[in-house]
């Protein structure tokens, strides 16, 4: 496919993937001090792809949402033509499939070839890829024909210059954008001297941008030293990972800005952005480094909020304005929500204001499940469910269709089942019908299913066999679905 997007790898000065460095605040901190482009942290393909695409307007963001409500991947417009989402991955098709999750978002696709934690290589991905050329050049040419933005790979130097310059044409071949090296082998450390030879040999043999990475400890010092290590090793690009995140400015033309600016900057995206306050001080005790035995790193080590993190940087101010403005956007969207749902509302849909309280009921015993009863013993078709999730706040509405009817409760939820219960309180009121609650007497359910139970006691002592058919076991799962629904 066609590459339509302006992102070019030569000349470039590039932030790189760091997990738990790599997040927005610290992506968006180098773009303002100098940075072309810039790598999110590593994300592993199959937490990728349980994430649901959400545009937050609260804060203006599309963020990746994992099942239990964490962001794994944050992003937003000010870095959409400059960002590159590297992802772990020891499958072509799931590789396919998480790039194509992203891709309208983000300005690059990279595949993780480098990183040499046991928790990566493990699952054959990082730096175990390196000695599965076959499987490397199956991820690459997928990505390569699957997607239109420009792939690349990162990967370490193997045992053998020879060896990895083969390797690095091989890659070539498959057509990706450009490979960015890490001048170690998988056993060496920061400690060790990054190999500007072998870099350079690989910048010679390929014709491919090749971006040089790993000289912090040996070169990169300030800005000028960039250059230097560009040169040392013949690339087209230099990728900075330590440098960058003891100070971010280290992009900057003009050299470094105190690190107490740096510092007060990065909170300032940590706080626009609703970054977790663990994540914002796993950044800022990076940045203190030597200085986290001071009375100011005791007390940034000690915080347990995002609002003590800026009192410790005397930035409690800023932290109660910001959340202040955040606060009126928030409510001004729901507001507007609020409207547009009313105007867009179906007039035909049957609504009240009510909620599911798990307490109200019997074990084991739902609305839902009187509903499905009543729909059974009145001919009905079952009830059909359709639920919503507001992008705004993340809770959950649901209309059920009852006999040609629908039904909802006008108080949204947090969780999916929590809506479909209230939507079937709504329509058994309507109905005039039972819903279970442990004030309406005696249940008529229960009793069922301790007839159930009984009989099926007694089909075991004789023997019999307890296999039920395909749709009884389908009714089963359908009716028990509910019984772990959380207390309100």
Known sequence: MTVNTPLCFRGKKILAPMVR???????????????????????????????????????????????????????????REHVVFQMGSADAERALAVAKLVESDVAGIDINMGCPKEYSTKASMGVALLSDPDKIESILTTLVKGVCKPVTCKIRILPSVEDTVNLVKRIEKTGIAAIAVHGRKKEERPQHPVHCDVIKAISEAVSIPVIANGGSHDFIKEYADIETFQKATAASSVMIARAAMWNPSIFRKEGFCPLKDVMQDYIKYAVRYDNHYTNTKYCLCQMLREQLETTQGKKLHAAQTTQEICEVFEMGD?????????EAKKTSLETKMQDEDDQMEDPDVIKMAVRFDKREYPPQITPKMYLLEWCRKEKHPQPVYETVQRPLDKLFCSVV??????????????????????????????????EGKLCEGENHLINKRKRGDQECLISRDHGEDLAEPSHKKANFIEETSDLNVPKM
């Open 318 to 326: 800023f932290y109660e304005e910001a959340t202040a403005i955040f």
């Open 401 to 434: 269709t009852v006999a040609e009817r629908k039904y909802r409760s006008t108080l949204w939820d947090k969780s999916k089942k929590l809506a479909e219960q209230a939507a079937a309180i709504v329509c058994l009121r309507t109905l005039g019908v039972p």
């Open 21 to 79: 460095v790599g997040t927005l605040p610290m992506r968006l901190l180098a773009l303002d001090y100098g940075a072309d482009i810039v790598y999110c942290e590593e994300l592993i393909d199959i937490k990728m792809l349980q994430c649901k695409r959400v545009i937050n307007e609260a804060l203006e963001t599309v963020d990746f949402v994992a099942p239990n409500e964490r962001i794994v991947f944050r992003t937003c417009e000010r870095e």
